[in-house]
């Protein structure tokens, strides 16, 4: 019996998916073609694999029972095939998805897609948003590049330092707060714009100000800094954001930047990536190259080496 053993990666993306649209989608191959290599696989296994249940689709037993097994396989084929491959990058042709944070993609998203082009102009870039929640698009393989403030808890997702930056205050020229040396009580009386992509009001530095005894007034929340950097140079309120990712939008915005006048830790920013693209050699590249264009940012002349090493 002759079997195809591309039958296996379908399979592998039908149990990380539970649906023929979704495995699809995530090999860039139409439904239709799908589901004839689901049946294909049902034929070569004796099992129905998925099984429909109202509007969706749940994994047989025997589906289950070899799940784990069926993605073993799949990622040890890819590293025996790629292992001893030298990386071409004028010949390589490949989609890579990045997801960053809007403030980060903003300052330095355009350096890296001329870097990626320059280097392999076969290499296409999706660069997405962050989502409003914790997702599992790392693990699925959606998503090849993230970043994060906060190490990873997940054992099978590896990270990378890169810097770590500073809380600021942004505020319009002639804003009042610019006038004279900016104190915690001042800086709570004035009004402020936050961001959140969840909505919130509230968030660290408002505990600090409690940590004080002070309060101050959230106006509004934005979902992007981006949002709220626009806001800043037409009204009096107040913008506190990390220094060194919003630096260039600050300056071409002609906001004026003024010490926060509270301790707040240091905001550490990491790269993130699944440990199947530990050994893959395109991959490796793109993150190097990604660590580079990103640590660029945390090394202006007036920076310390201290803030720039990993």
Request: charged share 25%; with cysteine.
């Amino acid at each position: 019996m002759q079997l195809d053993l591309n039958l296996l990666t379908a399979l592998d993306a039908l149990l990380e998916e539970g649906s023929v649209a979704g495995a699809a989608a995530r090999l860039h191959v139409t439904a239709p073609a799908m589901s004839r290599s689901l049946g294909r696989i049902r034929k070569a296994t004796g099992d129905q694999i998925l099984v429909r249940t109202g509007r969706s689709m749940v994994p047989t037993p025997r589906a289950l029972a070899i799940r784990a097994q069926v993605h073993a396989l799949v990622q040890q084929a890819h590293q025996l095939l790629s292992a001893h491959r030298e990386l071409d990058l004028a010949a390589l042709e490949r989609v890579f998805t990045v997801r960053w944070h809007d403030a980060l993609t903003t300052a330095c998203g355009t350096a890296l897609v001329t870097a990626v082009h320059r280097q392999a102009p076969g290499v296409q870039l999706r660069l997405t948003a962050e989502s409003g929640t914790d997702t599992p698009e790392l693990r699925r393989g959606e998503v090849d590049l993230e970043s994060s403030s906060g190490r990873p808890t997940l054992p099978d997702i590896r990270h990378r330092f890169v810097g770590r930056d500073q809380l600021v205050v942004a505020v319009r020229p002639g804003h009042p707060l610019a006038e004279g040396p900016l104190s915690v009580e001042r800086y709570a009386a004035a009004e402020h714009l936050t961001v959140s992509r969840r909505g919130r009001l509230r968030d660290p530095v408002d505990d600090a100000l409690t940590a004080c005894g002070r309060e101050r007034r959230v106006v509004a929340t934005g979902p992007t800094l981006a949002f709220a950097l626009d806001l800043a140079p037409d009204t009096d309120l107040v913008l506190t954001l990390p220094d060194a990712v919003t630096r260039a939008a600050r300056d071409r915005l002609g906001l004026l930047t003024l010490p926060l006048p509270l301790q707040m830790p240091a905001i550490p920013l990491y790269l993130l990536w699944h440990q199947r693209h530990d050994d893959d050699r395109a991959h490796t590249w793109l993150r190097d190259l990604a660590t580079e264009t990103v640590r660029a940012l945390f090394t202006p002349p007036h920076a310390s080496q201290q803030d720039a090493a990993p």
